[in-house]
């Protein structure tokens, strides 16, 4: 925490933002006198800051006399503007606090004031103590980040809608839950004015400005994830178990091998939360009767498993397994090599792509496959075409059909319900602003730099149709993540990872032919393709770690 005092800013003593959708709750007196026993009092006077946007390992402060304001600096405006203002009983801090990461925002003390504060593991302490109190600050700051999202707090990223470096940034924040600006250079002339003050050729966009200073000039994912913490060193010394994938198998897995004592980290070739994090409803999730965001869930496992002692690296690409002197590798496509006595395979599936005209070269500018909050935002009134006929799709169309006038759901045979569940299914046919395009397929994408049209082939006329679209999202069947595992664990005919009876494993229905490597999830062969079975399976693979590590003498 900075005390420095900036009196000569401008302060007027602004009103306390009030708490509409519970991102700004009040503690109550209980509830401070419990924190009060794990923080430390402050007195700060007008105008000291108590974190800056890019400070780490920054605490929570409870406001007990004065005001504290939370501002986003270089709002779009070019000045911080206020986001909120906090009073006596309401607490200040950012998700990041919980998972380690830079912070997106500022707070500063808008008059004298009087603080406690809490450090990471303090807040950890006190809230085994109050259970309420833990999900009540977990939960507004899963709501303030949301905020922050919507307001374009934390990175400028600045480059061209037609730049698949440029859509990678975006992707990479959008699916780490990292709040970030995008100003687009084709459309922006504020984008246009900021390459040239900063003296920034065409060449070296896309730029990303943090902190309203630190420029990377093209950067790569890993380079913008070391800027905002998101990549632990990572240990010379042998973990207990590496898992590979952060999706709900591979989180699942770190917050019970992390809570029972495993040392454990948890690579992830993009982000945390996997392909769960890019349902916009999950709705058959257990415990979440109006369902959850894939993304809060994600938030939610990482938040616990790193609470319990995880560290994660993103991004951590395996790219090789193998094994020397009784343990086992994993290499990553950064450069480091991870060894471990256990080896924890949840690296899913990935959807295909549609092999068609036009593919190639709209691909990084109009095809997505994912529809989450980030892809809707940048289809914002337009029509857009969905392909496929399972539930990702079904839910897609639904989600897209909140924004865009017109969703095209592209099936290529005539049951709707054949490969949707029923209440998806309905919901489509009922929706007046989805048209369900029966047994065709999408044939060849029309457009320059971005997509205007897709041409759509009848099967039962042969017919081809040009339909607008300025969006794709192809959501057609699965192929597992297992290319860097050929060669070294058996997998089924169609790359799926072989486990227990089926790779002559004995000891366990997770673990594969090679002592000390199980699997879980999507990416396991005959798994149940389902968030929950990835979780069950996840928590359960855990127990056949131990009982592997116990055997071989390593616990
Ligand atoms: C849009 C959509 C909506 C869905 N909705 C629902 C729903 O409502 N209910 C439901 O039950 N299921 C739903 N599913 C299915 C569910 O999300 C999956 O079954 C579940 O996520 C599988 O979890 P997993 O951990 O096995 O794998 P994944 O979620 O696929 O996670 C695997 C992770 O591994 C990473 N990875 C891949 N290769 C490597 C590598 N070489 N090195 C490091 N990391 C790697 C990936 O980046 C990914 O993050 C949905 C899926 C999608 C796509």
Not at 224 to 249: K, M, T, W
Not at 264 to 290: K, M, R, W
Not at 384 to 412: D, M
Not at 541 to 554: D, M, N, P, T, Y
Request: proline share 4%; net charge negative.
């Amino acid at each position: 925490m900075s005390t420095s005092s900036s009196s000569e800013r401008e302060l007027p003593d602004l009103p306390e933002t009030p708490d509409t959708t519970g991102a700004y709750p009040r503690l109550t007196d209980e509830q401070m006198m419990l924190l009060s026993q794990y923080g430390e009092r402050k007195r700060l006077t007008k105008g000291s800051t108590l974190f800056c946007e890019g400070d780490r390992d920054c605490g929570l402060f409870v406001v007990l006399d004065g005001r504290v304001r939370v501002v986003q600096e270089n709002a779009p405006e070019g000045e911080s503007r206020v986001i909120a203002v906090h009073g006596r009983g309401r607490f200040v801090g950012d998700l990041s606090i919980l998972t380690g990461q830079a912070v997106y925002v500022t707070a500063v003390a808008q008059t004298d004031v009087e603080v406690l504060e809490l450090s990471y593991e303090r807040l950890k302490e006190a809230v085994t103590q109050d259970q309420a109190l833990g999900d009540l600050i977990l939960r507004a700051f899963i709501l303030r980040r949301n905020i922050h999202a919507d307001l374009g707090a934390g990175l400028r990223i600045i480059g061209s809608r037609y730049s698949a470096a440029t859509r990678m940034l975006r992707d990479f924040a959008s699916r780490n839950r990292i709040p970030c600006r995008w100003e687009d250079v084709e459309e922006d002339p504020e984008a246009e004015a900021t390459l040239r003050a900063f003296d920034i050729p065409p060449d070296q966009t896309p730029v990303v400005i943090w902190k309203g200073q630190t420029i990377l000039r093209n950067p790569s994912t890993t380079e913008l994830a070391e800027l905002l913490g998101l990549r632990a060193a990572p240990s010379r010394a042998a973990y207990d178990l590496v898992v590979v994938g952060a999706g709900p198998g591979g989180l699942a897995a770190a917050v019970y091998a992390a809570s029972e004592g495993l040392s454990t980290v948890v690579v992830d070739a993009f982000a945390t939360g996997g392909q769960a994090a890019t349902s916009s409803q999950i709705e058959n999730y257990l415990g979440f009767p109006a369902g959850i965001t894939g993304s809060e869930l994600a938030d939610r496992a990482v938040v616990q498993a790193r609470k319990f002692g995880a560290v994660f690296n993103i991004p951590g690409e395996a790219t090789a397994l193998t094994q020397a002197d009784g343990y086992h590798a994993v290499s990553l496509a950064e450069g480091d090599d991870l060894i471990a006595h256990a080896v924890l395979v949840a690296t899913g599936v990935h959807y295909r792509r549609l092999d068609i005209p036009g593919m190639d070269r709209l691909e990084g500018s109009s095809v997505y496959y994912a529809a989450t909050e980030f892809e809707a935002r940048l289809c914002r009134q337009d029509p857009v075409t969905v392909v496929g006929g399972g539930n990702s799709a079904g839910q897609a169309a639904c989600f897209l059909a909140r924004r865009s006038p017109v969703v095209n759901l592209v099936i290529r045979h005539d049951d709707l319900g054949r490969d949707m569940s029923r209440y998806l299914a309905d919901r489509v046919e009922q929706s007046p602003r989805i048209t369900v395009w029966r047994h065709s397929e999408v044939c060849e994408l029309i457009g320059d730099e971005a997509l205007d049209e897709v041409l759509l082939h009848d099967l039962h006329t042969d017919q081809k149709q040009p339909v607008a679209t300025t969006a794709l999202f192809v959501l057609i069947g699965a192929a597992p993540h297992t290319s860097w595992l050929k060669g070294q664990i058996p997998l089924d005919a169609k790359g799926f990872v072989l486990t227990g009876p089926a790779a002559d494993s004995h000891d366990g229905m997770f673990e594969t032919s090679r002592q000390g490597v199980f699997a879980v999830g999507d990416v396991r062969s005959g798994s149940v393709k389902r968030v929950a079975s990835a979780v069950g399976e996840g928590s359960v693979a855990i127990r056949q770690v131990h009982e592997f590590l116990e055997a071989e003498g390593r616990r």
